[in-house]
């Protein structure tokens, strides 16, 4: 299984990017699917999940009423759109899949993606 994330850049606080990570290999139906980020000098930490059964999402409370997460089963691909940027944003962020229960620790990923860097511009 392959995961491949898109879409970060440079983008001023306030406004919108949206992460596109695609599965190769498999389906993202096989698997809850997320993104985690990492910031300079901090430790990975969970942003956002999709449950593999029934859609459910859930996110970190920091990014709670700006980011929402949601696949195309067609296109074999989740997203994070995420709006209302700010500076703390900035971080490498990982798509990521896990095959039994979510777990928000890294340690609980299956299988990661590459990472799309996104910088917020204050």
């Known amino acids: 299984v392959q995961l491949q994330a898109f879409g970060g850049g440079l983008v001023q606080a306030g406004g919108s990017l949206r992460l596109s990570c695609t599965v190769s290999?498999?389906?993202?139906?096989?698997?809850?699917m997320g993104w985690f980020r990492q910031a300079p000098g901090k430790e990975r930490e969970f942003v956002a999940m999709?449950?593999?059964?029934?859609?459910?999402?859930y996110f970190t409370n920091s990014v709670k009423g700006r980011f929402t997460i949601s696949r195309d089963n067609a296109k074999n691909t989740m997203f994070l759109q995420m709006h209302r940027l700010k500076p703390d944003d900035t971080a490498v962020y990982y798509c990521?899949?896990?095959?039994?229960?979510?777990?928000?620790?890294?340690?609980?990923?299956?299988?990661w993606g590459q990472g799309t860097l996104v910088t917020v511009s204050s």
């Open positions: 990521a899949a896990q095959t039994s229960v979510w777990k928000t620790h890294p340690s609980g990923v299956d299988y």
């Open positions: 999709i449950s593999r059964i029934g859609g459910s999402t």
């Open positions: 290999g498999s389906t993202v139906t096989s698997y809850h």
